[in-house]
């Protein structure tokens, strides 16, 4: 091993001991100052991964999200420069820690913020003017040619569990109480300008979304969705300015 990869190693590991070769300007003990500045880089980790789950922090309390979140820095180091960027599989590591299995809903607690933080640095798009997009919607026969495309920060989630109401409480009083837990949820994450909203939607709206950013027209979207309110849909997507294109695919003869 390189002696750039130990330093990286041991960074990361509080079990390995300070590098060989490694020496202080002003004669510290390098083993003292390499522990002082591996403490220093993993909390720096372990408070962006808190800023970035805020609610999964809360709902596990302080103590115990830092203690999982160190082991996820052990076990999942950087991979890039872009301090935003880390963290995106920690949803996946919280699957497979077992000590988190009390909180079934806690790694799709994380999903959910995932999206934000990516709604939230998504590229910016200029959506289409409201009287752009009615004018495109008033000719029924074209609906079967018509695609849709939506802002980069627009995204789906579903979940067996309540995710959406379990996270709007923890930004009010931070109750649970009344919300039945079990119940599953599809959201809808976007950001409106500066704002990233979550919104609760039907699972045939969240499948006709889906179908969308899959590249079907509207007709197939909706042919292909289970029952729900069209209307009600687009008018959220719409009034959220999260429609940035729509085309007219020519269909072959």
């Known amino acids: 091993m390189s002696t750039q990869a130990a ?45 970035s789950y805020p609610v999964v922090s809360q709902l596990v309390g302080d103590e115990f999200f830092r203690a999982m979140a160190g082991l996820y820095v052990q076990r999942c180091p950087p991979q890039g420069p872009l301090i935003n ?62 695609t849709v495309g939506f802002h980069p920060s627009l995204n789906l989630l579903t979940s067996a569990f309540a995710v959406i109401s379990i996270w709007a409480a923890h930004q009010q009083d931070a109750t649970l109480a009344g919300i039945e837990l079990d119940h599953g949820q599809n959201a809808l994450v976007l950001r409106n300008g500066l704002e990233v909203e979550v919104f609760a939607i039907d699972h045939g709206a969240g499948t006709f979304i889906q179908n969308l950013q899959n590249g079907q027209s509207l007709t197939q979207a909706l042919e292909t969705a289970p029952a729900f309110d069209l209307s009600q849909t687009l008018a959220l997507l719409i009034s959220h300015n999260v429609i940035t294109h729509l085309h007219h695919n020519q269909v072959s003869p």
Do not use: W
Request: charged content about 20%; overall charge negative; some cysteine.
């Open 7 to 51: 330093f990286a190693t041991a960074l990361l590991d509080p079990q390995r001991p300070c590098p060989e070769g490694l020496f202080s300007a002003n004669g510290a003990d390098p083993a003292s100052r390499f522990a002082v500045y591996r403490n220093n880089v993993q909390n720096s980790l372990i408070n962006a991964l808190a800023d």
């Open 85 to 146: 960027d880390y963290g995106k599989d920690f949803a996946e590591f919280i699957d497979r820690f077992e000590p988190a299995a009390s909180v079934p809903y806690l790694a799709d607690m994380a999903r959910l913020e995932r999206l934000r933080v990516q709604a939230y640095h998504a590229a910016d798009a200029q959506p289409l003017r409201h009287e752009q997009i009615a004018a495109a919607l008033s000719d029924p026969q074209a609906l079967s040619e018509l």
